[in-house]
T-cell receptor, first 114, second 114 residues
């Protein structure tokens, strides 16, 4: 059974650009959550998608957005990149809503903004 | 707002010994979930153990067990018979019942020495 797949693994972008990250959940999982991990702020919740609808959103500016497709794959987009957006972006999938049902994380996408 | 505190940034333990990682949290919720996640150098977050607040019995998973003190809002992780593969960052996390906004502690870097 394939795990959660995040692509790309590494990304370097310039300030002002935009970026799209992808997350393919485990087959049969319908919930995808995104987290940002930085040395200064630690792990912070970005948003959760379930059945193609955003269910929850963390305290991030509108430059951070996402979507989920009918096959449960999810993308997140960051527009007008800032240096502070450099981080490891993790996604987690779970069968149903709520991370209380066991959630599995991907290996993350390391975004560097220069 | 819920907060999670891990007061030990780094710890080390000799192989085969026992180590306890501390975690405290703050919440006004009565029902919630608590987790310990492990993040090895590969960056993938791996669920170690979970505890439901309404269950008084402490969770155990093989060499991993927790000491859940609800009144004290304490959730420590005990690792018995430590192995070299246990070397990783360990994150304590709190999840309210209503959404996927999981709150993580700052992490404890555990090194198991041969």
């Amino acid at each position: 059974k394939a795990g959660v797949t995040q692509t790309p693994r590494y990304l370097i972008k310039t300030r002002g650009q935009q970026v799209t990250l992808s997350c393919s959940p485990i087959s049969g999982h319908r919930s995808v959550s995104w987290y940002q991990q930085t040395p200064g702020q630690g792990l912070q919740f970005l948003f959760e998608y379930f059945s193609e609808t955003q269910r929850n959103k963390g305290n991030f500016p509108g430059r951070f957005s996402g979507r989920q497709f009918s096959n449960s794959r999810s993308e997140m987009n960051v527009s007008t990149l800032e240096l502070g957006d450099s981080a490891l972006y993790l996604c987690a999938s779970s069968r149903d809503r709520g991370m209380a049902t066991e959630a599995f994380f991907g290996q993350g996408t390391r975004l560097t903004v220069v | 707002a819920q907060t999670v505190t891990q007061s030990q940034p780094e710890m080390s333990v000799q192989e085969a010994e026992t180590v306890t990682l501390s975690c405290t949290y703050d919440t006004s919720e009565n029902n919630y979930y608590l987790f310990w996640y492990k993040q090895p150098p590969s960056r993938q977050m791996i669920l170690v153990i979970r505890q439901e607040a309404y269950k008084q019995q402490n969770a155990t998973e093989n060499r991993f067990s927790v000491n859940f003190q609800k009144a004290a809002k304490s959730f420590s992780l005990k690792i018995s018979d430590s192995q070299l593969g246990d070397t990783a960052m360990y994150f304590c996390a709190f999840l309210p019942p209503s959404n996927n906004d999981m709150r993580f502690g700052a992490g404890t870097r555990l090194t198991v020495k041969p």
